[in-house]
């Protein structure tokens, strides 16, 4: 059974620090967490953050200089650390991750979500 499980999330004041992680397993193909998603009350989910195909690294214009999203390939997880956040930052986080069999695209997984609150 595929699991897609994100951690991290919290209450943290304007200005701090959080690490979020999303670790994927459970498929007897190849499942790679690739992207964290954002949520906020009202509001459609948005890509905050994603590794590309290419190995490279994509931002909304919202996060860059702030965010950096890496991956442990050896754990299979993602990290989102998010630094001098900001009250808009509120938002449900969610991981999103791709199901490959020999490099062809099965399917999509998201997680349950993180909360990350950020008080002014």
């Known amino acids: 059974q595929v699991q897609v499980v994100e951690s991290g999330g919290g209450l943290v004041q304007a200005g701090g620090s959080l690490r979020l992680s999303c670790a994927a397993s459970?498929?007897?193909?190849?499942?790679?967490?690739k992207g964290w998603y954002r949520q906020a009350p009202g509001k459609q989910r948005e890509l905050v953050a994603e590794?590309?195909?290419?190995?490279?690294?994509k931002y909304a214009d919202s996060v860059k200089g702030r965010f950096t999203i890496s991956r442990d390939n050896a754990k299979n997880t993602l990290y989102l650390q998010m630094n001098s956040l900001k009250p808009e930052d509120t938002a449900v986080y969610y991981c999103?991750?791709?199901?490959?069999?020999?490099?062809?695209?099965?399917?999509?997984?998201w997680g349950q979500g993180t909360q990350v609150t950020v008080s002014s």
């Open positions: 999103n991750s791709d199901e490959r069999n020999s490099g062809r695209l099965l399917r999509w997984y």
């Open positions: 459970g498929s007897i193909f190849s499942i790679n967490p």
């Open positions: 590794i590309t195909s290419g190995g490279g690294t």
